[in-house]
């Protein structure tokens, strides 16, 4: 696979990655009182849905962002990896995250894998860049900030946050540094 190929099925895979839920709550009884048990809320770990979100943890997330998500889709396409988090029954805030082995030097991830108009990134990995992300205020998206890095574990990883369409661009600003350190956490290496 050429990287090229590569770049395409990971940023496809980012977009093609979704999820959907609602998260269970279920009143046992009708009479008020506190004798009657009620379900709160729960959330499987975001791991549970494998494929990259086995690299996220809803905890870490919240902490390093202020964002509290509450379901995961994890995927798996020509040897990419994806996982979406997302509040349920809402398409943003939503974070993904697309993990790719590969064998790129940090002139080729330059060349091939960093988006036009995007800042390089120094201190992440071999090589990296931000890249601001337009609102599309038509899909119910705001803006947003994506982060990728060439890992030196060989990977290519996409990070990208998405916050909702009535944020201010000055959110998103604020976000990058936030989805920075996140990036630098999932770089190191899983015991």
Sequence with gaps: MTTASLVSVLLGSLWLAGCAGEPATRD??????PSVPVLKPSRAPAADAGAACQLLDYTTVEQALGLSFEVAAGGQ???TQTCVLQIAGASAPDLTLAVTSSNADPAVFRKTVVPKGAADLAGLGKAGYQLAVAAAPDAGRG???EIGWLSEAKRILVLRCT??????QEEADALAGKLIELAKALDQPQA
């Design 77 to 79: 396409q020509d040897g």
């Design 163 to 168: 916050l909702p369409a009535d944020a201010p």
């Design 28 to 33: 046992m009884g009708a009479s008020p009182g």
């Design 143 to 145: 803006p947003g900030v």
